[in-house]
């Protein structure tokens, strides 16, 4: 089992900056990738961004490269999603996500999820 409790969302103008955490705990967590993905309203939900613990094999959805960073922090087991030059289109809610080889929406330990909104 693995427990993944996110924060940090909030509201936000556009180009404004905000950083998601995601606390992780359980038996075996940290041999997981993990990741976020995002859901905003009437649409699917979507990749965002995923890591392994020991920060390797990073990868981004291409909206977000470059005005999003996805790191791990060991000491704190938590995963961070920093997100700079926000857009309106950026507003969703964030799920962090683990899974024991690769993030997908098949994945079966996801986090309650944090809403993001960006708006004037």
């Known amino acids: 089992q693995v427990q993944l409790v996110e924060s940090g969302g909030g509201l936000v103008q556009p180009g404004g900056s905000l950083r998601l955490s995601c606390a992780a705990s359980?038996?075996?967590?940290?041999?997981?990738?993990m990741g976020w993905f995002r859901q905003a309203p009437g649409k699917e939900r979507e990749f965002v961004a995923s890591i392994r613990w020991n920060g390797a094999n990073i990868r981004y959805r291409e909206s977000v490269k470059g005005r999003f960073t996805v790191s791990t922090d060991n000491a704190k087991n938590t995963v961070y999603l920093q997100m700079n030059s926000l857009k309106p289109e950026d507003t969703a809610v964030y799920y962090c996500v683990s899974d024991p080889t690769m993030v997908s929406l098949r994945s079966l330990y996801w986090g309650q999820g944090t809403q993001v909104t960006v708006s004037s």
């Open positions: 359980g038996r075996t967590f940290r041999s997981y990738a």
